[in-house]
T-cell receptor
Framework: KNEVEQSPQNLTAQEGEFITINCSYS?????LHWLQQHPGGGIVSLFM???GKKKHGRLIATINIQEKHSSLHITASHPRDSAVYIC????????????FGKGTTLSVSS | DGGITQSPKYLFRKEGQNVTLSCEQN?????MYWYRQDPGQGLRLIYY???????QKGDIAEGYSVSREKKESFPLTVTSAQKNPTAFYLC??????????FGSGTRLTVV
């Protein structure tokens, strides 16, 4: 069993829809990261969470430490949101490597 | 602006050749990492380094080598011993405190 599980694996939406991507993990963590990877391959860090909720523009990330679960929401989705969204966790020590989920491929059509 | 520079963006290797992927950061981060990504799989750790002149194997280190002679640089060599090197390679760095910065990646293809 992977230490970081994401669902769904693939997601197709119409422009304007509300999107939710889920992440569950089985290890003790210090922080959870949501990352975005575009077709060119480069990765951008969207959020780093250790508790509660963060919002940036149309993106919202939440985490429930007790349930070991996080969600990434996209409100009013747009074709430019089409990308792979990756959940990753960092263990309870600074400077340690991340453990990655396999990613969710999102395709938003107009 | 600070960041991580990976080069080249695309790299082609003949069978039996060693190739070196460059990763440079000007963020003054102590830790640096190399990950490999294959289609349908999550990123997997190859090597990481938390200080200069020290590095540790990750989950899939066989067929790879690294060096950390300077804080800013963490090159990865894909040796001929790596039997399936075609993949996307990503470099990252982090400070002593939490937070990560990622490079733009190198796509390596064996021809």
């Amino acid at each position: 069993k992977n230490e970081v599980e994401q669902s769904p694996q693939n997601l197709t939406a119409q422009e304007g829809e509300f999107i939710t991507i889920n992440c569950s993990y089985s290890v003790g963590i210090s922080a959870l990261h949501w990352l975005q990877q575009h077709p060119g391959g480069g990765i951008v860090s969207l959020f780093m969470l250790s508790s509660g909720k963060k919002k940036h523009g149309r993106l919202i990330a939440t985490i429930n430490i007790q349930e070991k679960h996080s969600s990434l929401h996209i409100t009013a989705s747009h074709p430019r949101d089409s990308a792979v969204y990756i959940c990753a966790v960092s263990a309870n020590q600074a400077g340690t490597a991340l453990i990655f989920g396999k990613g969710t491929t999102l395709s938003v059509s107009s | 602006d600070g960041g991580i520079t990976q080069s080249p963006k695309y790299l082609f290797r003949k069978e039996g050749q060693n190739v070196t992927l460059s990763c440079e950061q000007n963020l003054n981060h102590d830790a640096m990492y190399w990950y490999r990504q294959d289609p349908g799989q999550g990123l997997r750790l190859i090597y990481y380094s938390q200080i200069v002149n020290d590095f540790q194997k990750g989950d899939i280190a066989e067929g790879y080598s690294v060096s950390r002679e300077k804080k800013e640089s963490f090159p990865l060599t894909v040796t001929s011993a790596q039997k399936n090197p075609t993949a996307f390679y990503l470099c990252a760095s982090s400070p002593v405190a939490y937070g990560y910065t990622f490079g733009s990646g190198t796509r390596l293809t064996v021809v």
